[in-house]
């Protein structure tokens, strides 16, 4: 059934869409000009989104699992994510090392991810991944749901020793996109924003973790060094 709900779904926009057109028709729009600029009935966010609720398995990985390009992700993908993204996701979150589900899905991506084991799975792709339909990514909104607390403490320095601090993250703050590894864009926040209205507890919070040693599972590297020998992380790190 899931397979008809992405093809329903697609004609509800058309029909909004031919509606809409009608509507200026009648008012006495040139129909010409018109479909000139008529944008597309799906953007590629609200694409993933609506492949999500449906569970599509159609087209590339890439273009199923993220709107970016960046990180590349890994090709056998579906097959890592058993049994499910949800679950997977949900397990990362919830961080519980002593159950034995977290220590069964921890287990089969230990097996499947052939760049490293379930550590190195997360830092390298899950930060980014798009786990829930209409949400942030995985970072942005477990840190917007549990807090900054949950996010570096519970979530990466006790059941994998500490942070990545190089790793690559992707957030939304400021009404703006943030891009870059952790260490630096956390760092950028905290001291271009620390003014903000909505989130510079969240800034002093996190930049007080990332600063202290028992939170590094790897030292901070320059932007200089972390460009040269990752020439395509995006490093997106607008000012106020």
Not at 32 to 56: G, H, Q, Y
Not at 72 to 99: F, W
Not at 217 to 226: C, G, H
Request: a neutral charge.
């Amino acid at each position: 059934m899931n397979k008809f709900i992405l093809p329903f779904l697609t004609f509800l926009f058309a029909f909004h869409s031919s509606a809409f057109v009608g509507v200026r028709a009648i008012q006495g729009a040139d129909v010409d000009c018109l479909t000139e600029s008529v944008p597309p009935i799906l953007d590629r966010k609200n694409e993933l989104n609506f492949r999500m609720i449906a569970d599509v398995k159609s087209g590339s990985v890439q273009d199923r699992y993220s709107i970016y390009d960046y990180p590349k992700l890994p090709d056998n993908l579906d097959e890592i994510l058993k049994p499910s993204k949800r679950a997977v996701c949900d397990t990362y979150k919830v961080a519980d090392s002593n159950s034995p589900s977290y220590k069964s899905i921890m287990s089969w991506i230990d097996e499947k991810y052939k760049g490293g084991d379930h550590k190195d799975f997360f830092f390298r792709y899950v930060l980014t991944l798009d786990c829930y339909p209409f949400q942030e990514n995985f970072l942005d909104s477990t840190i917007e749901g549990n807090g900054i607390t949950h996010a570096f403490g519970n979530m990466m320095k006790v059941p994998f020793g500490g942070i990545d601090m190089n790793a690559f993250v992707r957030i939304k703050r400021e009404g703006k996109v943030f891009e870059g590894p952790l260490y630096h864009v956390f760092a950028h926040l905290e001291k271009n924003y620390k003014n903000s209205e909505n989130y510079k507890k969240e800034y002093l919070k996190g930049m007080k973790r990332l600063n202290h040693p028992s939170y590094h599972l790897t030292e901070p590297k320059s932007l200089s060094q972390i460009k040269r020998e990752n020439p395509d992380m995006p490093i997106n790190l607008p000012m106020p």
